[in-house]
DNA sequence: GGTGACTGCCC
DNA sequence: ATTCTGC
DNA sequence: GCAGAATGGGCAGTCACC
């Protein structure tokens, strides 16, 4: 630790020297970088190619204007390109709106007011598109019907990591899909999965477990270096992605024989390997795994940084879940027209878009999506991938509020309603009665397990939960009335103090057991908050008017006290209505309100998309209402990914006057501008010091301490949403709980306080007065004193 | 059998 | 979770 | 406004190690 301190300010001129190339590649480029590197790539390429002789079947007719007029002439000039694409520089809008090849003959359509994202104008695609056709880049190549080389993921990884531009990046992930489709259909899957980074669905729950320690051992052990070595460079380049890649291809080039090339089979094959690693030795079974990936990785190229950067979940490229949907509808789409020697119109490839993002939002399983795309099309992947209970689908989310007048302004003459938000965890239930005779649709889902009934839960994140709440799962019979034989239930689980009836606070619930659950033993009890209904009895609600599923709802379930209720509801749009009742949920121990459309086509239940139509409520969202600290800043950690050369998030304190004493209350990481990020590192630079002072109170040991440490001089004002009992956080330690100090949920910085020194910092005493006040209200001891200021 | 480091997943 | 940012 | 990527506290589970 001394080290790293050392280096970081010993010499702090030549270190962002050289950091500076290593944050230049983690920053945007610039237009010209990127045109210069496209260029790069595809000389390379050609320079391939040709050593690999025809293959020019292979090459994607798409980047030409025409299959046969393939200007496989290196020269990408773009006048060579411009008679066929300039023909509609800007005018010609939307027609080559989403439409990644459309320059030849979209149907000109009149629909033009009715496209969606009209953020992203027609004529910007339209450039996009000209720039990346006229530069009629290519990409990877390999062998019809071999496996996909690993390489050729990774090329079109860093094409788009290496630009801003949204619309490039899809067109990137596109273009690299469908060269899949062409050449090597059956892994489709396979790519896929790794451009999202995931092993399999999410409620298969596989874990790698992989963290940032096993493989940097693994990284030092492939490598041969020490892992202090590793770690430092770490610090210095900010992505562990990087260090693996400049490791490699430094590292003495002793074994002649050139590894195997890597295939996405093989790269995906060892995650899995690793993932099922368990029991005595698993850390060195994983780690050994990971160094013979590394070691077949090529020195050159970025092999082993995208498979670092997978095992460390964390891609960096700018490019998740969501585009890829996108990229993968029209990638589908594309390919079959090609069969037909035509290209997508427009429309076409927007009903694709459509199509995938809601048959992915109602079953988010590739592994049932792709194959049926390849089997039925794209244009019948409804009738074979339907919602079905036992498949979580993408919950609704909601957007914060910043004031109730938002609220009021967003919903203006909109019959909306106002919903407790509880404080617990989401949970999607999913029950189909043993004795079911709803014949359910024969989708591409196993439905098995439907003939033998079916009770589920979900988290918000599709883990599937069922062996979490085997006592919830065992009562779902006693919530339905007669005829209900099949549900989906949106709702909260909160814990539940059986004695006073009444809601446990989050921490509490968190602490239930995870596995092995035996209903007699379960110590947290949990009423569940049902407040959204998306399936009955065999049909999908998701389409119906919130008004319409929460009738159905209502009518379909019985609340058993303690166990199983409606959230409450109110549908008053009067603002001092909906202000009474956020009063009234936070007494009740709620974090505050959801406000949900009730009527109308924007009240249906669109999962993960156009969630603007759910807004929440949080005290501490509202300016100027909600608990606010102003705290030390006593150390900090170098940042990661974008915040390379920065302090990426830093340790907070507060003041013990008694003592004298600055003890740490949490870190903090968010509500930083880019440009205040640099600001505090400049300022507190020079206020690093050598180790802790002696008057800091922190935990012990080498996991919790920061990167560096400063002299106490700035003060920053802090907002947060609660304040918790913390097993690693000082504050007010002795004033509330013997062993135990305080700490913040959610902490976001406000702004500096220059106007305050740091004995003017909050103090210890306030802490604890702040957290037994917040007691008081939530834990019901009415009467204390609950008056809020709004 | 206990402890601490690490990981994944809740928020 | 919260927040910021480029498109 | 979307989509993505920075970052927070804190819990149970797993494994290494004593």
Known sequence: MASIEEEAKSEPESESEALKPAKRRRRPPKAAEVAEDMQKVKISEKETKNTKAKKKEN?????????????????????????????????????????PV?????????????????????????????????GGHSYPDWPTGSPVPYAALCKSFSLIENTTKRLEKLQHTSLLLRQVLRLTPNELLLVVHLMCNKLAADFEGIELGIGESLLIKAIAES????????????????????????????QSTLMFHKPKQLTVARVHDTFLKIAITSGGGAQNGKVSLIKQLLASAAKEGDEAKYIVRALEGKMRLGLAERTIEVALSQAVVTWEQEKSDKKPSLAQLQEAEEILKGVYSELPSFEVIIP????????????????????????????????????????????????????????????????????????????????????????????????????????LDSWIKPGVESFILDCETVGWDKEEKKVLPFQQLMTRKKKDVIV???????????????????????????????????????????????????????????????DESIKDSCEGLMVKMLLGSESSYEPSVRSINWLKIKKDYL?????????????????????????????????NSSKQTYETICNIGTGFSEQVLEEHYKALSEHVIDRPKPYY???????????????????????????????????????????????????????????????QATNARQVAEMYRKQESVGGGKKGVDDDFEY
């Not at 770490?234 to 990087?242: A, C, P, S, Y």
Request: proline letters at 5%.
């Open 59 to 99: 090459e994607n007719p798409d980047l030409e204007e025409k299959p046969k007029k393939s200007k496989s002439s290196p020269k990408k000039s773009p006048k060579k390109v411009s008679p066929v694409v300039k023909a509609e520089p800007i005018e010609e809008k939307k027609n080559d709106d989403e439409a």
């Open 102 to 134: 459309s320059d030849s003959e979209s149907p000109s359509s009149s629909e033009e007011s009715s496209l969606k994202k009209p953020a992203i104008t027609a004529a910007a695609r339209k450039q996009v598109q000209a720039k990346l056709v006229s």
């Open 223 to 250: 490598c041969g270096r020490a892992i202090d070595k590793i770690k430092s460079d770490h610090n210095q380049i900010g992505d562990l992605g990087v260090v693996a890649q400049q490791s490699r291809s430094n």
């Open 372 to 475: 049926a795309l390849i089997e039925h099309g794209i244009y019948n992947l409804r009738q074979y991938c339907r919602m079905q209970p036992g498949v979580p689908l993408k919950p609704m989310l909601a957007k914060p509020t910043k004031a109730i007048t938002e609220v009021l302004d967003k919903f203006e003459n909109k019959t909306f309603t106002c919903e407790y938000k509880y404080d617990g965890e989401r949970s999607q239930i999913h029950f189909v009665s043993k004795t079911s005779k709803i014949d359910y649709p024969k989708t591409a889902v196993d439905t098995n397990k439907i003939d033998k009934g079916v009770a589920k839960i979900f988290s918000r994140n599709s883990e599937d939960l069922s062996k979490k709440y085997p006592d919830i799962l065992g009562v």
């Open 520 to 582: 007699e033993d379960v110590k947290v009890k949990v009423c569940v908050f049902a407040f959204d209904l998306l399936f009955l009895n065999g049909k999908p609600l998701v389409k119906e008017t919130l008004q319409e599923r929460r009738r159905l709802m209502y009518e379909s379930f019985n609340e058993i006290e303690g166990q199983f209720s409606f959230a409450k509801a109110m549908d008053g749009n009067e603002l001092e209505q909906i202000q009474s009742f956020l």
């Open 623 to 655: 300016a100027g209402v909600g608990d606010s600290l102003d705290l030390v800043v006593v150390g900090a950690y170098f940042g990661r990914g974008k915040r390379t050369s920065v302090y990426g998030a830093f340790l907070l304190a507060c003041y």
């Open 697 to 759: 109170s922190h935990s012990t040991g080498n996991t919790h301490a920061p990167d560096v440490w400063f002299e106490p001089k700035m003060v920053w004002e802090v907002k947060t949403a609660d304040m918790t009992l913390s097993p690693k956080y000082r504050a007010a330690e002795g004033l509330v709980d013997s062993n135990k100090g305080i700490s913040l949920r959610f902490p976001r910085f406000l702004r500096i306080r220059d106007d305050k020194g740091p004995e």
